[in-house]
């Protein structure tokens, strides 16, 4: 009996969207709980890192985002063939999550100051994590071997938010373009953009 997976983030993509983008490439049904931050204070207590996102797994919840992934992509068969191409995938998500909140701090501050100083910063950020990215990527439109992996879907929602952020920034790499024009041409993956809930991040 295939295990049930019970998936609890906002009602947002940032670092709950990679699980879901596995499972949704994978064909594996789960369960997609959206909360607000009203219902989330009632429920806090409940998680066991008092944080989200969490996966229930037939009861055993998991948290942290990339563990949370990591796991989905080696239940789902997208973690990577071999061991390398594993360790290579892993390479990808590490070098390119410590985006995302830096991305999420210049998009949601409220002070203009605050907001000034954390766009700095990612515009930094940005062009050194994509031009490493774009180093490393394979030219076939996947970032490791030639089949979708994680890494892929985890870049793929990290360039969506950059692009959202300064759009046309993805045209100065070409490989990172490619995958991620494999992603979206996916056929699982294109109804689940089209359908997910419209949010800022």
């Not at 369960?31 to 996102?53: C, H, N, T, Y």
């Not at 949370?68 to 990577?80: M, S, V, W």
């Not at 952020?165 to 490989?175: A, D, E, R, V």
Request: glycine letters at 6%.
């Amino acid at each position: 009996m295939a295990p049930k997976y019970k998936f609890t983030y906002f009602n947002m993509r940032a670092r709950g969207e990679p699980t879901r983008l596995i499972f949704t490439a994978a064909g594996v049904e789960f369960e997609d709980v959206r909360i607000d931050f009203e219902k989330w204070k009632d429920l806090k207590e409940s998680a066991p890192m008092g944080q989200l996102p969490m996966l229930e797994v037939d009861g055993v919840k998991i948290c942290q985002s990339m563990s949370i992934a990591r796991f989905a992509a080696k239940e789902t068969g997208l973690a990577g063939k071999t061991n390398l191409e594993q360790a290579q995938a892993d390479m990808f998500v590490d070098e390119i999550s410590e985006l995302l909140p830096k991305l999420a701090g210049a998009v949601f501050a409220s002070d203009e100051a605050v907001k000034a100083e954390k766009a700095k910063e990612v515009d930094k950020m940005i062009p050194e994590k994509l031009g490493r990215l774009e180093k490393l990527s394979g030219a076939n439109g996947h970032l490791v071997g030639d089949s979708l992996l994680w890494c892929d879907l985890v870049v793929f929602n990290v360039a969506f938010n950059v692009e959202n952020y300064k759009p046309g920034t993805l045209k100065n790499y070409p490989k990172l373009t490619k995958v991620m024009d494999t992603v979206k041409a996916n056929k699982r993956i294109a109804d689940w953009i089209a359908k997910r809930p419209e949010t800022k991040f």
